[in-house]
């Protein structure tokens, strides 16, 4: 058993830019020498992904547009999938949204509607995406999502996004039951905080990035690169007895108290 994909696809869904841990997940595949498909959400960075892409000199990369709220695009994606290269062996599915307002505060004041937006995109995603996915795995294969601490527990600010993770988590769960048997695994990795586009606009985020560096068992913060290559031994057939598991890449912080 090695760690290298080559002759293996892997669609990698949620890059929005070089930050991105979708982006650390892609270097750590094509590094292995996977051959990868992306998938971005609207035209806003479509422009930026495809340069990054570039950056990959890799003609084999592929770029498609997929909104996972719109059943039509997420079938469309992976019926285009399909018919351009046929089977895959895994996605990444790097994608989570919540409306502002709905983090900060006291998580009790979030609407009905903000509470669907988030578990639409953030969970139940995962599951259509998996149904999807499952088509084109006709030789086994390996999906991973990711989460965070705050879907375990409380993490002040978090909110409607920590009820959002729980669902999916437990779906993490549920799909590894359902895809087993066709040789389809499923896996969450949770992530130590990360300076990405979505933790932008979070005004203490220097304070929790402090809090890591000082109490996590390895004292430092975690790294795209980190998450990446945790990544890849979960699509890798090192793992191959591994599923419904959620590996914490975290530092260890999980662990304290
Ligand atoms: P990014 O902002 O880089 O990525 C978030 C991605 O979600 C974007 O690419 C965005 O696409 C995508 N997205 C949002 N709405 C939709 C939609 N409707 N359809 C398709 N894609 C959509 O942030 P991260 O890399 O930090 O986030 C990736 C994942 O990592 C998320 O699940 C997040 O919860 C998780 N995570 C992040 C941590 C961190 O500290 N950063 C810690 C633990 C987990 P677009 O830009 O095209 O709208
Ligand atoms: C406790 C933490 C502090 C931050 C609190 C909430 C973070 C929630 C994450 C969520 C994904 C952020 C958003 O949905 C941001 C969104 O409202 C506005 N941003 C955007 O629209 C940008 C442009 C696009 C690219 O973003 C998305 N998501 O599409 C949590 C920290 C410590 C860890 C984090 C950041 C966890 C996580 O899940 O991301």
Request: charged share 25%; net charge negative.
């Amino acid at each position: 058993m090695t760690l290298s994909l080559k002759g293996r696809t892997y669609v990698v869904m949620g890059v929005a830019n070089k930050r991105s841990i979708a982006w650390g997940i892609a270097r750590s595949l094509h590094a292995a020498g996977a051959r990868l498909i992306f998938t971005y959400a609207g035209e806003r960075f479509e422009a930026e992904v495809r340069k990054l892409v570039e950056t990959l000199e890799d003609e084999t990369a592929l770029l498609l547009p997929c909104d996972v709220t719109n059943d039509e695009d997420i079938v469309k994606c992976f019926a285009d999938i399909k018919e351009k290269v046929g089977v895959i062996h895994g996605v990444a599915h790097c994608i989570a949204f919540a409306n502002k307002e709905d983090l900060s505060g006291e998580y009790m004041n979030v609407s009905r509607e903000g509470f669907l937006l988030a578990h639409n995109i953030s969970a139940y995603s995962l599951t259509a995406v998996a149904r999807e996915a499952k088509a084109l795995m006709t030789e086994g294969g390996s999906i991973v999502t990711l989460t965070y601490l705050g879907g375990e527990r409380v993490v002040q600010n978090y909110n409607i996004m920590g009820v959002a993770k729980a669902s999916l988590d437990a779906s993490v769960k549920y799909l590894a039951n359902d895809l087993g048997q066709y040789g389809i695994r499923v896996n969450a990795i949770s992530a130590g905080p990360i300076r990405t586009l979505s933790a932008k606009g979070v005004s203490d985020f220097n304070s929790i990035l402090k809090e890591i560096e000082e109490r996590a068992p390895l004292r430092r913060t975690t790294t795209q690169e980190e998450v990446g290559d945790a990544a890849l031994f979960l699509f890798s057939d090192l793992s191959r007895g591994v599923t419904g598991e959620c590996i914490h890449v975290d530092s260890g912080y999980h662990i304290l108290a």
